[in-house]
């Protein structure tokens, strides 16, 4: 009897461990489109999010695809209800379209988000007569 006793003591407790909230990383918006950017200028976007969650979030890492995307991230364990932020800065080197998954990984309810900056590099002729049409409109 204390057996079966112990053992639904064990699941119960289980049970409620599972269901229990972790932070819960909540973002403004989970890509960004810089338009057309100027080959060799680097562009940064600032990713916020909220914890809607009720543990703390800490952040452990921002993985990125290549050495042409720079992560930065809030280092402190971001409380629930407060904001925190994932910055990258994309250096446009090579002419194209891009798209650049930043993998954020923590310890919320969802351990893992991905992330995404494009746009389309082209040559400075190219943005700067973009840019001008924009401002005759």
Sequence with gaps: MRKIFFVTLVLGLVAISSHAQKGVMKFKEESHNFGKIEQGKPVTH??????????PVV????EVSCGCTTPDFSREPVLPGQTGVISATYDAAGLNAFVKPLTVLSNAES?????????????RAVADSARSSLRKE
């Design 111 to 123: 351990p893992s988000i991905t992330l995404y900056l494009k746009g389309e590099v082209v040559r």
């Design 46 to 55: 600032t990713f916020v999010f909220r914890n809607t969650g009720t543990d």
């Design 59 to 62: 952040i452990s890492k921002v």
